[in-house]
Structure formats: C-alpha cells, structure tokens
C-alpha cells in the first residue's frame, strides 16, 4: 500500500501587481513556507486547492473581483481560509469590515516583512487546528452512524445527565439493559469515559447548530 505524503502547509498569494507577487513569494520561500501566487480572485477560485493547512495573502483592490468580494465569496462556499489583507488604498472602514468579516489582518503597505510573516504564522496554525477539529469531527459523526436508534435514544438522556434508571424508566426497559447499551455506545464512539462520551455530543451538536446557521 502506497503511504501519500502528507501535503506541506501553503501561503497562497492574489495579487494583480507581477512584482507584488515575486516579492511576496520570494519573502515567503526565505523562510521555507510553499507558496502559490495568482493574479486575480478570479484565478484562485478556480484552482483546485489541496487539503491541507493554508492562509491567504491577499490584496483588496484588483480589477475584477474585489479582494472583499474573495473574503465574501469563500464565506459563502464555507471554505474558513485565514486571511490577511494588503492593501495601498486601505481606509478605517473598509478594514474594519474586513476584519469583522473575519480576516486576521489588514496590512497597508508599505509593511515590515515581519508583521507580514507574524500574520501567515498564525493563519497556518489556525488553519491547522481547525482542520485537525474537522478530521475529529468527521471520526466522530462516522462512529455515531453505528449507533441504533435505541443506542441514539440512550445516549441522549445519559448526556443530559440522567442515571441508569431514569433512563430505564423513561424508555420503559430494564435497568440491566440500559447498562449493556451504555457499555456498547462507549465501545462504538470510542469514548475513554462519560465526560468523553459528552465532549463528542456536544461537538456532534455545535456542527448541528453552524450548518442551520449557514442555511438561514
């Protein structure tokens, strides 16, 4: 069996300016990071993006789509890319609807290469970890597909903080039986323990409540 090696975190860069891009891009190899370079939003969008750790260096003002009209559309298709903005046209209002919009930074230019690089660091690492919640998530929804719809029901009223025989009662079956699925639903979710078990719910939960969110 072939092992794929896993994909190296990117710094993607749209800029319309060609020198922007070569300086961005020789700045952002000089400290080992991959990086791939587009000249408009257009371009990005169609570019089929690997899955791995990534960020957004990009610019507001570029003909076409708009730098904000990128930020808009990728909120719109659920892809939580990090993004820092540049900007030489920058004003108060339009970065703080950036950043309410959830950019990390908005940089005028011209800006210390540090600030720039201090800002991509902390895109990669968000990105790594809210990839790594979306791996534990996806194991979490695929194990709690195994459950019965009984085991379902059960596990409801235990995370809801019920004991063994409220539960028995308020399905009407055996204490005795509510212990044998108790014992099952922590096998199949691959729970360690009961605050385990819980901590899964409550993620199975919150994704519950961010996809209606994203569809109202």
């Not at 339009?94 to 950043?99: P, Q």
């Not at 991509?120 to 709690?144: K, N, P, T």
Request: hydrophobic share 45%; net charge neutral.
């Amino acid at each position: 069996m072939r092992i794929m090696k896993p994909i190296d975190p990117t710094v993607f860069v749209v800029d319309d300016d060609l020198s922007v891009r070569e300086a961005l891009s020789s700045l952002i190899r000089s400290v080992g990071l991959r990086v791939e370079t587009f000249a408009s939003a257009q371009d990005f969008l169609q570019y089929q993006r690997p899955d791995a750790a990534a960020c957004l260096v990009l610019d507001v003002r570029m003909p076409g789509l708009s730098g904000l009209d990128l930020q808009r559309e990728l909120a719109h298709s659920q892809e939580r890319i990090p993004i820092i903005f540049i900007t030489g046209h920058g004003d108060i209002p339009m970065s703080v609807r950036a950043m309410k919009a959830g950019a990390i930074e908005f940089l005028p230019k011209p800006f210390r290469d540090e600030d720039l690089l201090d800002a991509i660091r902390e895109g990669l690492e968000r990105s790594q970890v809210a990839r790594q919640q979306r791996v534990e998530l996806a194991e979490i929804q695929e194990r709690y597909a195994t459950l019965t719809s009984r085991e379902r029901e059960v596990i409801i009223l235990i995370v809801k903080g019920m004991l063994n025989k409220q539960v028995a009662a308020e399905l009407g079956i055996t204490e005795i039986t509510i212990k044998v699925h108790r014992r099952r639903i922590l096998q199949k979710m691959n729970a360690k323990s009961l605050p385990d078990l819980v901590r899964m719910v409550e993620k199975l939960r919150q994704s519950d409540l961010a996809d209606k969110n994203a569809h109202t």
